[in-house]
């Protein structure tokens, strides 16, 4: 109470609406960049009126623009919280020189690459550094839970290249997500050859989406054997228009899912 009533006292010349909008935003990009909960609670508490006053970019262009990593990008904000109002929408943001750890993990990535059959200085190596979070045993260690599902490790180093941040997620992550799809959905481990993307979705997406196809399939609403790509990867809007709305209560359907499956 005694950091609540603190905070009003000095509180910012912004609109309360706003404030605690930003306030969100930074909490929620504290959690994009994966900081442990204790850290965050750290920051939010001891820090209200920063977070509430920044507007800060998108997590992806801010990561980019700074050219570092989650975990580096985290031990800044911890040394330093007051950092974050350089990264505000509408300034300049500099590139922060590499460290000796930086360093390392980048020969780690660029090995683990070339071990599959990237070519050095290839547009496929380049775009899948690009798009790599994580060192080199972390990206190993994802890597390995494709092939222990049972893709052939040619299949896997194939999705890599077409799709480099599927490796950008958790081990745990992915795990869940290859279970769902082949024990909560019955979709075979080779639909991944053909649809990496499902990993970048999350598991309430896809359960939401493939719920709604089904109920329209048992009403005769939709075709049978849609590819599960043609079932994901569109937006809600296209979705909606093009299946959940050609049944009278479609609608109330989705929404009835929605809620089931995104409880508040």
Not at 128 to 135: M, P
Not at 154 to 168: M, T, Y
């Amino acid at each position: 109470m005694k950091e609540i009533s603190s905070m009003f006292l000095q509180f910012p010349e912004v609109q309360v609406g706003k404030f605690v909008c930003n306030l969100r935003q930074g909490f929620l990009f504290l959690k994009e960049i994966e900081m442990e909960a204790i850290e965050i609670g750290i920051i939010v508490r001891s820090h209200p009126l920063l977070m509430g006053s920044c507007v800060l970019k998108k997590t992806n262009s801010l990561l980019a623009n700074l050219n570092i990593g989650k975990k580096r990008l985290c031990g800044i904000i911890m040394d330093n919280p007051q950092e974050m109002k350089n990264w505000v929408l509408g300034s300049r943001i500099k590139p922060i020189p590499n460290s000796g750890e930086d360093l390392k993990s980048q020969i780690e990535r660029t090995k683990f690459l070339l071990d599959l059959g990237f070519v050095m200085h290839s547009n496929e190596m380049k775009k899948a550094l690009k798009e790599f979070r994580g060192r080199g045993g972390e990206l190993r260690e994802r890597f390995d839970c494709f092939v222990k599902a049972g893709l052939d490790r040619e299949d896997v180093s194939r999705i890599i290249k077409v799709a480099p941040q599927v490796l950008n997620q958790s081990k745990d992550v992915i795990d869940s997500k290859i279970d769902f799809l082949v024990n909560g959905l019955d979709y075979p481990i080779s639909t991944l050859v053909t649809f990496p993307a499902y990993i970048s979705y999350t598991i309430q997406r896809v359960k939401l989406r493939v719920s709604m196809y089904n109920w329209l399939k048992d009403q005769k609403t939709v075709e049978p054997g849609l590819a599960l790509s043609t079932i994901i990867s569109c937006t809600d809007k296209i979705f909606l228009g093009r299946y959940v709305n050609h049944h009278p209560i479609g609608p109330q359907v989705w929404q009835h899912l929605k809620k089931r499956i995104y409880p508040e």
